[in-house]
């Protein structure tokens, strides 16, 4: 590899951050042909992809890193191999037309600029996911496309209901990417490494763990919140809230297949074991059968597509749970194909919208002539969803049904859900490529018209691509199946894709099964429709009224405990506190026998004596004092007698702070008892005192045990002589208490004075608002004297 390739990586990586930064101005200079400028950055990246297949092909890797935190190992590193070549081209490739079909799309939007930021912060994060090398790089680009998503789908914030999908969607894979980041991090503990080229070198290790069902179970559970598999698949219809930019990026090239790459990236990891198997494709299986069904069921063309993809989704996980070489090249050349005609589809369905002002399928009709472009990129990308020839949805058909004919029970079963899924999915796309376009001209909210260049340039190049794909698989064999293949399996894939149509392959007649059955249901879809219909509202629970179920009792649990922690009674919160306090120290104390023996009363001078008499007198008049105010003033003499014994033992620097800390906590602690009327009585019941008293006493009695305890170790010197050793040389400062508090520990001290500041800040707000309160209830009171004496 050349010696600027790991430059070129680590460029492609943060080059759209870049672009995001200045895209607003870019808006407003470059107005209209915003979009196609922009398109530049994630062209480029899709030129620079296309001049890695040469080496890649040839099962070359490139890697670029930088230490992020040596101290653990972690480093911010990158790597480029077969599988992340197809997501790279595919991302940048799609992310180009999207940019381009965004400045169409959102032509005159005040928050245009704004959205390109998004989209390509979106496209900068998906890009960095797929090419992170080290686990904790891919989570947080991970974490990195669940916020920008979040700011994508509630980007009409104006609406309740974009905020709600946003909130959802983010709450789903947010949570998902939490249990990830638990599965990654035992996977570091197991494995020994914290990079996925490392664990792949390892593959094999997880597996014999006895932590590997817990670490598979925690990653598959960010995999499936994130590629929106049953149960966590709700959110993502509800993302269609989204502009249709955003719904055809999300769709086709980015965040939803995060999920399968991370499957498909994991597979020699944690792959190859029978929870792998069943739950992979028990669960992809169910939902590909409940997305594509949904889908029929749908009016709507976004949420159409959107059920669809969710049945695409499902097909993928539960292919590489099968995880054979045919499964994983089906797995490769759907992947291709969807994100081609899905992509397209959506960008149609937004032209159609933006062209007629209805998505409604069932109010469209006729617009083949109003409309012709549209119409023809429509038409393809149907056939290439439909799996006819030539298109490489085809051929990933024909590959993925190969896999399941082996003729052993679980694979026959799988194989139908499979003939059933594609099937229902084909009459989406023969529904989108015809019924808005056939028949007679229907009334829309406004006159059909073709939009601009920028709105089908991408959906005509996308849908050509999923048609003529099919006639190189050559190409494909060579340049993306094995390299991309050998990743996945990891070990040599010889793929020997070709487009053929062989009666005696019984893939073949798989398909034509898959053909017959859409034909029917096509032909039925009203019937069809209608049934699902029924059949939802029969149920009437779905997976999105459990979720806010959920979310509302989440708030409601919230309210109840925080009633009960945060109730605003002051007395209760210290009481918790210091009996905490007190447990904390005794439990340790006798659970390791630590209580030290009762010491000998230590000989005294009389002035010793003296500042213990003191602290004595004022202990006994705090306790006795009858006000408030009484009580502080009582409490302040404890503190002279801690400053007295300072001075004693030779501290007359803490002695002397001591005495100002003192005098000034009496003084504004009496000033505010005076000026806000605080100083009334303490009244406590027999038994209020005698709760105190026990605390307070088992407190005071701990932290004196506590201190035995530590005079009783050996004292280590190190911090002492480091700081008498440094504290002349390097702080110029003789007092070593005052080098501590102002150099070794400035941040703290100044943590401390901050504390201080905003205390007597608050202090002094409500002595003010005591005042002017008082003043005007003087004045009112005043006018009321005045009025009555006049009548």
């Keep these: 590899m050349g010696p600027g390739l ?56 490139i890697r670029v890193g930088l230490d992020w935190i040596p101290a653990y190992g972690i480093s911010f590193s990158f790597f480029v191999d077969g599988l992340s070549l197809v997501f790279g081209v595919l991302i940048s490739g799609i992310g180009t037309f999207i940019v381009i079909y965004s400045g169409g799309y959102l032509a005159g939007h005040p ?15 998906m890009l960095g996911l797929v090419l992170a090398d080290n686990v904790f790089t891919l989570f947080v680009f991970w974490e990195l496309t669940s916020i920008t998503s979040f700011l994508l789908i509630g980007f009409d914030h104006s609406r309740q209901a974009a905020r709600r999908a946003a909130i959802q969607a983010l709450v789903v894979t947010g949570g998902g990417g939490l249990a990830l980041l638990a599965g990654l991090i035992l996977l570091t503990l197991i494995t020994g490494q914290n990079s996925l080229t490392g664990m792949l070198v390892t593959a094999g290790a997880a597996q014999e763990s006895g932590l590997y069902l817990i670490a598979m179970l925690l990653v598959v559970t960010g995999a499936f919140a994130k590629s929106a598999q049953v149960p966590l698949h709700f959110w993502l219809p509800n993302a269609m809230e989204a502009p249709t930019p955003v719904s055809a990026y999300l769709h086709s090239a980015t965040m939803v ?37 949904l889908a029929v069921r749908q009016t709507d063309l976004k949420q159409m597509l959107a059920y669809t993809t969710l049945g695409s989704l499902g097909l993928l996980v539960m292919l590489i749970g099968f995880g054979t070489k045919e499964a994983i090249l089906g797995a490769l050349l759907y992947l291709c194909a969807h994100s081609l005609f899905k992509g397209a589809l959506f960008m149609i369905a937004g032209t159609i919208d933006h062209g007629t002002g209805t998505r409604d399928i069932t109010m469209l009709g006729g617009l083949r002539e109003a409309m012709p472009i549209t119409f023809i990129a429509a038409v393809l990308a149907g056939f290439s969803m439909a799996g006819f020839p030539i298109a490489i949805g085809f051929l990933a058909k024909e590959e993925m049904y190969l896999a399941l004919t082996s003729g052993v029970w679980p694979d026959l079963m799988f194989l139908a859900v499979l003939i059933v899924g594609n099937a229902l999915m084909m009459v989406v796309g023969l529904l989108i490529a015809f019924k808005p376009f056939l028949g007679d001209l229907r009334p ?38 094995d390299p991309a293949g050998g990743a996945i399996y990891n070990a040599a894939v010889d793929a020997h894709i070709h487009l053929a149509f062989d009666l005696t392959n019984p893939a073949v007649w798989a398909s034509i099964v898959t053909w017959a059955l859409g034909g029917v249901l096509f032909w039925k879809v009203d019937a069809v429709r209608s049934t699902l219909r029924r059949t939802g509202e029969a149920i009437g629970w779905t997976f999105d009224i459990g979720f806010d179920a959920f979310m509302f009792g989440l708030v409601r649990f919230a309210d109840r405990i925080t009633r009960v922690l945060h109730h ?28 030290p023996p009762v010491p000998a009363w230590p000989e005294l001078n009389f002035y010793e004596w003296g500042a213990i008499g003191i602290a004595a007198i004022g202990l006994i008049a705090v306790i006795v004092a009858r006000t408030r105010l009484t009580a502080i003033v009582a409490l302040g003499i404890q503190g002279f007698a801690v400053a007295v014994i300072f001075m004693l033992f030779g501290a007359p620097d803490l002695s002397f702070t001591q005495f100002m800390v003192e005098t000034l906590t009496v003084i504004i602690l009496a000033l505010v ?68 508090l102002v150099d070794y520990r400035a941040i703290d001290t100044l943590g401390e004075i901050s504390v201080v500041m905003a205390a007597g800040l608050a ?4 002595i003010r608002l005591r005042a002017s309160t008082s003043g005007t209830s003087g004045a009112r009171s005043g006018r009321g004297r005045k009025i009555g004496s006049s009548q």
């Design 6 to 61: 790991d430059v070129i990586v680590a460029l492609i990586a943060i080059a759209p951050f870049v672009a995001a930064v200045f895209a607003p101005w870019i808006k407003t200079f470059a107005g209209p042909a915003a979009g196609w400028i922009l398109a530049i950055v994630p062209a480029a990246i899709f030129a620079t992809f296309i001049s890695f297949i040469g080496p890649i092909a040839d099962f070359s890797v």
């Design 111 to 125: 928050h245009q600029g704004r959205f390109f930021s998004y989209i390509l912060m979106f496209m900068g994060s």
């Design 444 to 481: 829309t909210p406004h006159a059909p018209h073709e939009g601009p260049l920028s709105l089908y340039s991408g959906p005509v190049t996308l849908a050509a691509l999923g048609i003529s794909a099919g006639l190189f698989t050559d190409w494909l064999n060579h340049a993306v199946l």
């Design 673 to 740: 008892m005076t000026r806000l009327h605080l100083d009334e009585a303490d009244s406590r019941d027999l038994e209020t005192g005698l709760r105190d008293g026990v605390v307070a006493l088992a407190v005071g009695l701990g932290i004196t045990i506590l201190l035995l305890v530590v005079l009783q170790t050996d004292l280590d010197l190190t911090l002492t002589d480091l700081f008498r050793a440094t504290s002349t040389p390097i702080a110029h400062g003789r007092n070593v208490v005052n080098v501590i």
């Design 568 to 595: 605003g009674r002051l007395e209760w919160y210290l009481l918790l506190l210091f009996t905490v306090l007190a447990v904390g120290i005794f439990a340790p104390l006798l659970a390791t026998d630590s209580l």
């Design 763 to 766: 202090i002094l707000a409500l």
């Design 257 to 293: 297949k995060a999920g399968v790459y991370l499957l498909a990236r994991m597979t020699p990891i944690l792959g190859d074991t029978e929870p792998w198997f069943w739950i992979l494709t028990l669960f992809g299986g169910a939902t590909l059968l409940m997305g594509s069904a």
